[in-house]
């Protein structure tokens, strides 16, 4: 399974960084992502990084303000958020797939539990 870490409350125009590394055995993806889940919305897809490589994606609404990164070593993924927004307070998920570099949930086998961002005004 994996672990987010470094969710809080934040000021708009403020940053957090997220951290998402394995909590049991490790292993080595073929893609790592965030997910991102507002009250009342569906989950939606934020970045994704393909490990070997370090190609990444990004949603429309996060290019240019947040950042994914990779530690191959550690299997530990990033997420640097910049310019904040109260439109990106949800819970953010961290996943792995082991087979695909997509941006439906669908094809992520492994997950987090979920780590939340909250966006003051």
């Known amino acids: 399974q994996l672990k987010e870490s470094g969710g809080g409350l934040v000021q708009r125009g403020g940053s957090l960084r997220l951290s998402c590394a394995p909590s049991g055995r490790t292993f080595r993806p073929y893609t790592m992502a965030w997910f991102r889940q507002a009250p009342g919305k569906e989950r939606e897809f934020v970045a994704l990084?393909?490990?070997?490589?370090?190609?990444?994606t990004y949603a429309d609404s996060v290019k240019g303000r947040f950042t994914i990164s990779r530690d191959i070593s550690m299997t530990t993924q990033y997420l640097q958020m910049n310019g904040l927004e109260p439109e990106d307070t949800a819970v953010y998920y961290c996943a792995a797939a082991a087979e695909t570099y997509d941006v439906d949930d669908l094809g992520y086998d492994v997950w987090g539990q979920g780590t939340q961002v909250t966006v003051s005004t």
């Open positions: 990084i393909h490990w070997e490589s370090g190609t990444t």
